[in-house]
């Protein structure tokens, strides 16, 4: 047990999230149910309660369910928790070991309430004495939740007669000394329906416990055997890699009043109703589709892009982010959020030719062009002054939200997107037989190209600029933090800048598409592999030595994983494997730090450390272990509807033999197997 790493148990409809040393909080999407859920220990003859924190002596993560070990030198009790993979409820399961009689006795705060922004009413508990369950509800009667144990008591509840107290619920599960043959099960469930649904739900949890583990587990051994696999001589890559797959999987939600799509990420929510990034995010799922293209689970990229297609704006315009309950409130109407990035409506571009370029899917594609050239032509109208680049302005941010190197006007990420997006839909115009489209988004990739190098690249400084600017009409405001003064002197010199010439990890984006001139390239991939942008544990958005930099900032100094897996992508498409593995292998050794299995958000630029904040399982952090393995070290990446099937690998010196199975391509499956001898690699 590690005290303050986080810990989390996510099925498709429900979730726990937790510390490892702390109580636990349970949503079924999108209401949390429970709050502060803990367990202590009374034992027959001891005068004490033993708190479960202080005798927590194990975490054993699997993909199916998460496992606390609570030792004293009278009992051993196994929690086991897990979220069903398609179910809105959570089952806990205790295998008891005891030489005494032992009472289990569970505390929680019922909380029954929605995501942020929207509202519930007032959450009011009940006991029900033969179905041994709380019932969770509010006035309306159309969110509840379910609560219970069949051997369960209730110690807690009030009479109507006394004044409503700020107290956790609590009951008691009494065990003989003899009840290690059989394990006890704690339910809760959840319906945006009234209390009917969440009690059946309740009942067929209850009486499917084992049924549903079994089903869960068997849907993460298909995942993991039917998906792309790797075998290299470092275990902690492979490892890494094999729950990669898993924390990506674990993003896929299902929402009962919106769908099913892709969530961003998640840790505890807190004293707020908002779970980390557990909404559906347009970049989020974008940039993990195309490691889900890589690894072959078409199935699900399928579903993250209708997803998005559903709720595309009449302009063409893809979501930034859709809260869990978005159909309670007119979220995409009077809330700033869902329309907020420029970005997200070039990668859905981008990431419909990939999936075509794997897949080679006519039928999806058919039903997907509409949407896919209405999001090409809202990024392309975005270009205002018609000089060849995309803009923020008025579209929306990019990279960058907020801080020292906002607003930027035309930010060379979103120009490395544009471009992809524009070599996409000339592909797909093809298959759709439209010329006229095709020849144009060619003419305009080209011209963009050149347009990039010539304001973006700074000569003599060996690196491209982060973006172009408008003069600030107010003066900028450094926030606070470390060496503030000198932020605010340099934020002062850029106010009226055109261009901001600092040195940042966003090019590594146009490196990773290829559409950088091949020589500077080399020049800026030195800055991506060298010290001022690279850590040990990932790549820096901003450079340590510019006047900008804030190690604890959100987005001018801090460590993102998602940047990290960019310059590893970029440094192998440029033939940089030193560079490409340094990042790589930083993304993969943070799959042991933290939540176990799972890799953080964001991180501090100066020490290997999570920000609290972060949230502490990222889906697309794991996206950047997946596809720089698959297509950056090994280079294996398809084209042409999945009929050609390119293997390029940059292999470390000291591996001699490495491992592909189940790449997809089309409808088929490839093995590899790259061997070293002397002078040569000899791939089959």
């Not at 072959?296 to 209708?306: I, K, Q």
């Not at 920000?611 to 398809?638: C, D, K, N």
Request: hydrophobic fraction near 40%; aromatic fraction near 10%.
């Amino acid at each position: 047990i590690r005290p303050g790493s986080f810990f989390d148990v996510v099925g498709r409809r429900s979730a726990v999230f937790g510390y490892e040393n702390k109580p636990l909080e349970a949503w079924v999407y999108p209401l949390k149910i429970v709050d502060d859920f803990g367990l202590s220990f009374r034992l027959s003859g001891y005068p004490l309660d033993i708190p479960g924190p202080d005798i927590a002596t194990q975490i054993e993560v699997r993909p199916e369910a998460t496992i606390f070990t609570y030792a004293h030198a009278a009992f051993t009790v196994r929690q086991i928790l897990m979220a069903p993979i398609d179910e809105p409820g959570i089952v806990m399961l205790l295998d008891v070991q005891s030489v005494l009689p032992l009472s289990i006795v569970a505390s929680f705060r019922p909380s029954l309430r929605l995501m942020w922004p929207a509202g519930s009413m007032t959450a009011n508990a009940g006991w029900d004495e033969g179905a041994r369950v709380y019932d969770l509800g509010e006035e309306t009667r159309r969110f509840a939740g379910v609560i219970g144990s069949p051997a369960a008591r209730d110690l807690s509840v009030m009479p109507y007669q006394e004044e409503p107290r700020d107290v956790p619920l609590r009951f008691v599960i009494d065990t003989p000394a003899d009840s290690r043959d059989s394990l006890i099960p704690i339910i809760i469930t959840g319906s945006t329906t009234g209390r009917a649904e969440a009690r059946a739900t309740y009942d067929r949890l209850l009486r499917s416990a084992r049924d549903q583990y079994e089903k869960t587990a068997a849907h993460y051994e298909r995942l993991l055997r039917d998906t792309a696999r790797v075998i290299t001589p470092d275990p902690r890559v492979n490892d890494a890699f094999a729950w990669a797959k898993v924390g990506m999987d674990k993003g896929m939600a299902t929402n009962p009043l919106l769908g099913t799509g892709l969530l961003a990420g998640f840790r505890t929510s807190g004293e707020s109703e908002r779970p980390g990034f557990a909404w559906f995010f347009g970049r989020d799922a974008l940039w993990t589709v195309l490691a889900l293209n890589a690894e072959g689970d078409f199935a699900s990229s399928r579903t993250a892009l209708d997803f998005l297609r559903k709720f595309q704006r009449a302009d063409g315009k893809i979501p930034h982010e859709i809260s869990q309950s978005a159909s309670l409130v007119p979220w995409f109407s009077d809330y700033p959020y869902a329309w907020a990035s420029a970005d997200a409506t070039p990668l859905y571009v981008i990431a419909h030719a990939d999936y075509w370029r794997a897949r080679g899917d006519r039928e999806f594609l058919k039903t997907s062009w509409e949407s896919i050239v209405k999001a090409y032509r809202f990024s392309d109208a975005t270009d205002t002054d018609k000089n060849g680049l995309i803009e923020n302005t008025g579209a929306g941010h990019g990279w960058v939200e907020g801080g020292a190197l906002y607003p930027a006007h035309e930010e060379i990420y979103l120009q490395g997107l544009w471009m992809e997006a524009l070599r996409g839909i000339a592909e797909l115009a093809d298959v759709m037989n439209d010329p006229a489209l095709a020849r144009g988004a060619r003419d305009a990739h080209e011209r963009t190209r050149e347009v990039v190098e010539r304001t973006y690249w700074l000569a003599g400084r060996g690196f491209y600029a982060f973006a172009t600017a408008l003069p600030r009409k107010e003066p900028p405001v450094a926030e606070s933090g470390p060496d503030r003064a000198r932020r605010q002197t340099r934020m002062d010199a850029l106010r009226n800048a055109r261009l901001v010439d600092e040195d940042t990890v966003l090019p590594a984006v146009p490196l990773w598409f290829e559409t950088l001139d091949p020589a500077r390239a080399q020049l800026q991939i030195d800055r991506l592999g060298a010290g001022a942008l690279a850590t040990d544990w990932g790549s820096r958005i901003l450079s340590e030595q510019s006047e900008l930099y804030d190690p604890l900032s959100y987005h001018y100094g801090s460590v993102w994983p998602l940047f990290t897996g960019w310059a590893s992508m970029g440094a192998y498409k440029y033939g940089r494997p030193h560079v490409g593995l340094q990042a790589l292998m930083a993304n993969a050794l943070l799959t042991y730090d933290g939540a176990l299995g799972y890799i953080t958000e964001l991180l501090s630029g100066e020490f290997n450390a999570a920000f609290g904040r972060s949230s502490h399982h990222q889906v697309w952090s794991e996206a950047m272990v997946v596809t720089p393995v698959l297509r950056g070290l090994l280079g294996i990446e398809p084209s042409a509807a999945g009929g050609v099937l390119r293997c390029a690998p940059q292999l470390p010196a000291n591996w001699d033999a490495v491992s592909a199975h189940n790449i997809s391509a089309d409808d088929s499956r490839y093995d590899f197997s790259f061997t070293r001898t002397p002078g040569q690699l000899d791939v089959t």
